[in-house]
């Protein structure tokens, strides 16, 4: 397996891990009030796992606020989320070229509110 860092800015950084028998997981660390996301993946369902910290992920019309555990992101359902604490989250089951396709309402909500935040 290797883990590779494929983005860092003031929202935090995003790894991705690649081994034999998986695509990849996805490791976002986000900073406190940081956003991510705003995606939509047509084919695949995801896998949406909070490892540390507090986040409020919304995904089509539900909105979950947690601190450990997973939800299933179900293919065609947009999603964001915010951090509430630094944390740690992992995702997976979406493929790379899946997670470029943006749902532009969501994609706007999470500018706006890294705009706004420190």
């Known amino acids: 397996m290797r883990l590779i860092r494929i983005n860092k800015d003031r929202r935090g950084c995003i790894c991705i891990l690649k081994g034999r028998g ?5 490791i976002f660390e986000t900073k406190q009030d940081k956003a991510r996301g705003g995606c939509i993946h047509k ?3 995801e ?4 490892v540390s910290g507090i986040v409020t992920l919304v995904y089509g019309k539900k909105k979950k606020t947690f601190s450990k555990g997973c939800v299933m992101i179900k293919k065609n359902t947009p999603h964001y989320y915010k951090s509430l ?3 740690v989250v992992l995702e997976f089951g979406a493929t790379a070229k899946e997670k470029k396709v943006k749902y532009e309402l969501y994609r706007r909500k999470v500018n ?7």
Do not use: L, Q, R
């Open 43 to 45: 084919v695949n369902d």
């Open 47 to 50: 896998i949406f796992c909070v």
């Open 112 to 118: 706006a509110i890294n705009d706004t935040s420190n």
């Open 22 to 26: 998986f695509n990849e997981i996805t």
């Open 85 to 87: 604490t630094d944390s």
